[in-house]
C-alpha cells in the first residue's frame, strides 16, 4: 500500500525527537517529509505531491495559502498546537478539513503561567544576573505576598482552570471571566465568576487564558489597561494578539503597570522561535518592550515540555491515522 505522505513544516530537531520513534511503527502508513520552512502562501508550493500538511502556530494558511494547498490536492491541515488563530477558516471551509491537538498539556502552560508570575514579582531573573555578576544587594528586588491578593483569570478553559487552582494554593482571592463560566468547578474551587469590567478593576494580577478569534483581538487595549489597578503585573500565556502592544507600551512608561510577563507577542511570528541574536532588532515595539525591567518576555515556551511534546506527537499522528484510514476528524476545528 502506497504511503500516505505529509509535509512537516516549520520543524525543530525537538520534532524530529519526538515524531521519529513514532512513525517506525510498521502500522503506521505514514511517510513524514521534514522541512524547516514556514508555510506561508509564498511556501505552500512545497506541499505539492504530499497528501497533508502538519503546521505548527507560527505559519499561516491565509486565504492565498489555503487555495494553493487546495490547488495541490492536500487533504487535512494537521496543527501541532492547541490555538488556531493562524488558520483562515472561511478560506478551507468546505475544502480542506483541519485538525489540532486540542489539549497537549494544560498543566505544563498553567505551572509556566505561575512561574512567570512568581518570577516577575520576586525579581528572580533580576537577582540571577546581579548575582553572577558580583552585585548582593537587595535594593529594587523587593516583592509582594501573593497570599491575599486578588488574581483575575480571564478564559476559565483547561488552562485557565489550572492556573486558578494553583493560585488558590497559594491562598490567592480568585476571580474569573468567561463567557461560559463552570459555575459546578468555579464553587467546588471557591472562585468567584465577574464581568470582565470589574475583573479588570479588582485584580492585582490578570492573567489570559482565552483563544485569540477576531472577537478577543486586542483585548487588553487603552481602555481596559486604564481601567486596572496600579502596579498591576499582566500575564500572557494565550496569544500575544490579545493585547494591544502599543498600548501596554504605553501604560508601562507611564508606570502605572507593576510587570508584564509575556509568552506571547502580537507580531512573534518574526522573531519567536528562531535564534536572531547576531541581528539588530527591526520590531521596534518588541525591542523597546525589552528595555523594561519589569517585563518578562519568552519565545512561546509554555508548552515546551516532555510531556507537551509526546502528547503533540501522539495526538498529530493519530490525528492523520484515523483522518486517511478511516475518515474521521474527532479534533476537527470547526468555524464557529
Ligand atoms: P480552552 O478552549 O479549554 O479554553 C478557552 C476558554 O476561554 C473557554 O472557556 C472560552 O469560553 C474562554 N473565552 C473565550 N473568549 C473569552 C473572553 N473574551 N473572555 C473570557 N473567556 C473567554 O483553551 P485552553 O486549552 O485553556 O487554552 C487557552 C489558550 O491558551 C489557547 O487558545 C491558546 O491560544 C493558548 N495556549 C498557549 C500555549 C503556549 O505555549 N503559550 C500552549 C497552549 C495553548
Known amino acids: 500500500m502506497n504511503k500516505i505522505k505529509i509535509a512537516f513544516f516549520d520543524t525543530k530537531p525537538y520534532d524530529r525527537f519526538y515524531f521519529e520513534p513514532l512513525l517506525q511503527e510498521p502500522a503506521l502508513n505514514l511517510h513524514v517529509k521534514f522541512l524547516q520552512a514556514r508555510l506561508t502562501a509564498d511556501t505552500a508550493a512545497l506541499a505539492g505531491g504530499f497528501d497533508g500538511v502538519c503546521i505548527f502556530v507560527n505559519d499561516t494558511v491565509d486565504a492565498t495559502a489555503a487555495e494553493i494547498l487546495h490547488r495541490l490536492g492536500i487533504k487535512l491541515i494537521a496543527l501541532r498546537s492547541a490555538g488556531f488563530n493562524n488558520v483562515d477558516l472561511e478560506a478551507i471551509r468546505g475544502k480542506i478539513p483541519a485538525v489540532r491537538v486540542p489539549a497537549y498539556s ?48 480571564i478564559g ?8 486558578a487552582e494553583i493560585l488558590r494554593g497559594f491562598g490567592m482571592e480568585v476571580i474569573a471571566s468567561d463567557p461560559y463560566p463552570q459555575t459546578e468547578w468555579a464553587a467546588a474551587h471557591g472562585v468567584q465568576y465577574t464581568e470582565r469590567a470589574d475583573l479588570l478593576r479588582r485584580s492585582d494580577i490578570i492573567s489570559l487564558h482565552c483563544p485569540l478569534t477576531p472577537e478577543n483581538r486586542r483585548l487588553i487595549g487603552r481602555e481596559a489597561l486604564a481601567s486596572m489597578k496600579s502596579g498591576v503585573i499582566i500575564i500572557n500565556t494565550g496569544r500575544g494578539g490579545l493585547i494591544d502592544t502599543r498600548a501596554l507600551i504605553k501604560a508601562l512608561k ?56 509526546q502528547e503533540i506527537a501522539k495526538t498529530t ?18 468555524v464557529q
Open 106 to 153: 494544560p498543566h505544563a502552560v498553567a505551572e509556566y503561567a505561575v512561574s512567570l508570575l512568581l518570577t516577575l514579582n520576586r525579581k528572580t531573573h533580576k537577582a540571577y544576573s546581579r548575582i553572577r555578576d558580583g552585585n548582593f544587594s537587595l535594593v529594587g528586588l523587593e516583592g509582594a505576598v501573593l497570599h491575599g491578593k486578588t488574581v483575575g483569570i
Open 156 to 163: 476559565t478553559g483547561l488552562i485557565g482552570r489550572i492556573t
Open 254 to 309: 507611564e508606570n502605572r503597570i507593576g510587570g508584564a510577563g509575556l509568552d506571547v507577542y502580537e507580531e512573534e511570528d518574526g522573531y519567536f522561535f528562531e535564534d536572531h541574536s547576531g541581528e539588530v532588532i527591526q520590531d521596534d515595539m518588541l525591542a523597546r518592550l525589552l528595555t523594561f525591567p519589569n517585563v518578562l518576555i519568552t519565545s512561546h515556551q509554555a508548552f515546551f515540555t516532555h510531556e507537551a511534546l
Open 317 to 334: 499522528l493519530e490525528n492523520f491515522r484515523l483522518f486517511f484510514e478511516k475518515g474521521e476528524l474527532p479534533n476537527e476545528i470547526k
